[in-house]
């Protein structure tokens, strides 16, 4: 299988995957806003086969870049050209003709691919729903139905933005369903009417005990297929809530139980990542019955003090608060705790519903090899809307296939063996150097720096060049890690003397 890119988001820096791309429209041939956004979401083999085999660029004027947004800064026949020329011709299969291998389940109960909705704004409303199921999520985690008196702040949101324009780090304030529960159960019944195969997830949060069991019985009664349990939302203005039960693992049991008793569907608890370790809540929500466990909710935070005001954002009437951060920059985080669950034996069993800086299909797959048998997302949705299901899917079915798995519940955990939690199974008798590849280097020098200022001398510049000294390279691997162009990679090892 063909790891390495021959087309990076740098190449298409400046796309700003508009919607109802104007490409699209002026292109006679092809349709290049479908292919650029392939390529930001992982997916230029897909791209490449969905094009012609015969480029129709070579003697086209490029009416795309004229009419794209951004004024011709992005070089679209240039990419076009790559995929059908150097994409295309080394793709090893074509694009499966059906979607069997995504077919997985949550708790016994099947579904058309493992991608949901995680609880958030985007999945809040009927409409909402809908539009998502109607563009081919398997099912959604619904905002969390409450009796709570919920008024949101203005603003709420606030983020990091990545070199290349994109949101690398999203902190919101933003707490539950402002709905009625009695509007959310017509919602429930509604969409269960119309869309009877796809997967309801309702998420509750309550009180006290008998409001949690009340909120489960209404939400099966209503057409919830499962029960996922807010143990985990760190934005609650009243204490004993979210965040604050699930770090505490008593509370956890004793609240799952209570919703077990208003249901016989399966139940599912989401905890916080608010926390040192994520298995005593686990085991806490098993004890009192759980079915499953959903991780990670957003991680507490403060970003953005501003230097003049000194308030951090998002400010609101020159106040802030801490808030839940999400977004790419997390899934490091949300992957740890997700192998902890996968490898804790004492949670055998139990299905595990991951999210957690998910944005395209190989995010996905991550979260899958260390043990997660689903999938939620958000921020990326708010980002780039419900139309990254079809790259998602796509990606991980060709992926699938490709790898000769027949089911991608196959690989559910297929990564856990390879990763400790400690350091001490680790090799430290070799050095892996690295490798130069001086067609590709254009001199910069940064693997210089960074190996003289954060490591350890062992490259030199030399007519704008980079030579290596084999007897000081420890083999860190920074230099492959800051090179702009991709330039360097890894050798042969050494055994160290």
């Not at 951060?325 to 997390?330: D, I, K, M, P, T």
Request: glycine share 8%; with cysteine.
């Amino acid at each position: 299988m063909r790891i390495t890119k021959k087309i990076r988001r740098q190449d298409m820096i400046a796309c700003v995957l508009c919607g109802d791309a104007p490409c699209n429209k002026v292109c006679p041939n092809l349709k290049p806003g479908d292919a650029l956004r392939s390529i930001w979401f992982d997916n230029e083999d897909i791209a490449a086969l969905r094009l012609p085999e015969e480029n129709p660029c070579i003697k086209c004027h490029a009416p795309c870049e004229v009419g794209c947004v951004k004024n011709g800064q992005v070089p679209i026949k240039e990419l076009m050209s790559t995929l059908i020329e150097d994409v295309r011709t080394d793709c090893e299969i074509d694009i499966p003709k059906d979607e069997e291998r995504l077919k997985c389940d949550i708790c016994g109960i099947p579904i058309e691919n493992p991608f949901l909705l995680s609880s958030s704004v985007v999945a809040s409303t009927y409409d909402m729903c809908a539009r998502a199921f109607e563009a081919g999520w398997a099912g959604i985690c619904f905002k969390t139905v409450c009796s709570l008196d919920i008024h949101e702040a203005s603003p709420r949101f606030s983020a990091i933005i990545g070199d290349n324009g994109s949101i690398a780090g999203f902190k919101n304030i933003e707490q539950l369903s402002d709905h009625t529960v009695a509007e959310n159960m017509a919602i429930f019944r509604k969409l269960k009417k119309n869309y009877p195969t796809k997967f309801i997830l309702a998420s509750i949060m309550g009180k006290d005990e008998a409001e949690w069991e009340e909120l489960s019985r209404l939400c099966e009664k209503n057409g919830a297929d499962a029960i996922e349990l807010n143990f985990s939302c760190p934005n609650m203005q009243e204490d004993g809530l979210g965040s604050d039960i699930g770090q505490v693992p008593e509370l956890v049991e004793r609240f799952t139980r209570a919703a077990k008793r208003g249901t016989k569907i399966p139940v599912i608890a989401k905890l916080t990542p608010n926390v040192a370790t994520m298995s005593p809540a686990a085991e806490a929500a098993m004890r009192g019955g759980a079915d499953g466990i959903a991780a990670i909710n957003t991680i507490k935070s403060v970003i953005g003090v501003d230097p003049l005001t000194f308030v951090s954002a998002p400010a609101v009437r020159g106040k802030s608060a801490i808030g839940g951060y999400s977004g790419n920059a997390v899934k490091p985080i949300a992957l740890r705790f997700i192998a902890e669950l996968g490898q804790n034996k004492n949670l055998n069993g139990l299905h595990i519903t991951g999210m957690g800086g998910i944005e395209t299909w190989r995010d996905a797959l991550e979260f899958i090899l260390m043990g997660s048998g689903s999938i939620q997302i958000t921020t990326a949705v708010m980002q780039y809307g419900y139309r990254i299901i079809d790259d998602l899917k796509a990606g991980l079915n060709y992926y699938l296939n490709q790898m000769g798995i027949s089911s991608v519940k196959d690989i559910i955990g297929a990564g856990l063996d390879y990763i400790s939690d400690t350091t001490d199974v680790l090799d430290r008798n070799t050095v892996l150097f690295p490798k130069f590849n001086k067609s590709k280097c254009i001199g910069c020098g940064r693997c210089e720096i960074s190996c003289n200022d954060g490591g350890h001398q062992a490259i030199k510049m030399i007519n704008r060049k980079p030579k290596l000294d084999g007897s000081k390279c420890v083999g860190c691997h920074l230099c492959i890690l800051v090179c702009p162009e991709n330039a360097i990679s890894p050798r042969k090892k050494r055994i160290k003397k």
